[in-house]
C-alpha cells in the first residue's frame, strides 16, 4: 500500500519566498528521503534524514522528521524559478531482504519569477 | 557521462506487441531497480536486483519480465502490451540493498500503448 501522501499537492509561490512541503506516512520506517523531478526528466535525490535524527539541512534545504508523528517537512528557503518541479518523499522499510523506498505522491512546486 | 542511462526514451507501440527498455549504470553499484510512475505522478516500485539476484518482485504481472546480464545492466522486457502498461518506466540504482542509501535514476522511458 502506498506508504507516504504529501500535502500539498500544489504550491505555487514568488520568487524569494519559502516553500514548505510536508509528507506523511503510516508504518516504522528506517530513514526519510526527498527526491526533486522536473518535468520529463528523472527523480533526484536531495536529502536523506535517519529515524533516529530530527532535523537536517543541505544548503537553502531543510528537513525535519516526526517519527511521533509519522511525518516530515521541506522547507526550501528563498525559492528561485529553477526550483519548480515536483518533489517526493520516499520512506525506505526494513523487511529482511527486500528493504525498499516507497514514494509519496508528489507536491507540485511552482516558483513564479 | 550519464550516471543511469536508459533506452530508448519514447515507445510507441500497439496494443499485444513485445517491447524491451534496457538500462544501464556506471556507478559501479551493486543494486538496480524498475520503477513505474503513472499519469498521476505516484511511482511505484517494480523489481529490484541486487547482483544481477531478483530481490523484489512487487506482484508485478509475469508478462514484464526484468533480466540483468551483470550488474550494470537490468533490463525490462514486457509481452502482450496492454493499454494500462501506459506510463513513465524509470530505472535507477544504489549503491547496496541495505535501504540507507539513495537512489540514482535514469530519465525514463515513456511508454504508449495504443
Known amino acids: 500500500s502506498q506508504q507516504g501522501e504529501e500535502d500539498p499537492q500544489a504550491l505555487s509561490i514568488q520568487e524569494g519566498e519559502n516553500a514548505t512541503m510536508n509528507c506523511s506516512y503510516k508504518?516504522?520506517?528506517?530513514?526519510l528521503q526527498w527526491y526533486r523531478q522536473n518535468s520529463g526528466r528523472g527523480l533526484v535525490h536531495l536529502i536523506l534524514?535517519?529515524?533516529?535524527?530530527r532535523e537536517k539541512h543541505s544548503g537553502r534545504l531543510r528537513v525535519t522528521l516526526d517519527t511521533s508523528k509519522k511525518s516530515s517537512s521541506l522547507l526550501i528557503t528563498a525559492s528561485r524559478a529553477a526550483d519548480t518541479a515536483s518533489y517526493f518523499c520516499a520512506t525506505a522499510t526494513y523487511g529482511g531482504a527486500t528493504n525498499k523506498l516507497i514514494f509519496g505522491t508528489g507536491t507540485l512546486l511552482a516558483v513564479q519569477p | 557521462d550519464t550516471a543511469v542511462s536508459q533506452t530508448p526514451k519514447y515507445l510507441v507501440t500497439q496494443m499485444g506487441n513485445d517491447k524491451s527498455i534496457k538500462c544501464e549504470q556506471n556507478l559501479g553499484h551493486d543494486t538496480m531497480y524498475w520503477y513505474k510512475q503513472d499519469s498521476k505522478k505516484f511511482l511505484k516500485i517494480m523489481f529490484s536486483?541486487?547482483?544481477?539476484?531478483?530481490?523484489i518482485n512487487e506482484t508485478v504481472p509475469n508478462r514484464f519480465s526484468p533480466k540483468s546480464p551483470d550488474k550494470a545492466h537490468l533490463n525490462l522486457h514486457i509481452n502482450s502490451l496492454e493499454l494500462g502498461d501506459s506510463a513513465v518506466y524509470f530505472c535507477?540504482?544504489?549503491?547496496?540493498?541495505?535501504?540507507?542509501?539513495?537512489?540514482?535514476f535514469g530519465s525514463g522511458t515513456q511508454l504508449s500503448v495504443l
Open positions: 535507477a540504482s544504489s549503491q547496496a540493498d541495505r535501504g540507507n542509501e539513495k537512489l540514482f
Open positions: 508504518t516504522s520506517i528506517n530513514n
Open positions: 536486483y541486487n547482483n544481477k539476484e531478483l530481490i
Open positions: 534524514i535517519r529515524s533516529n535524527e
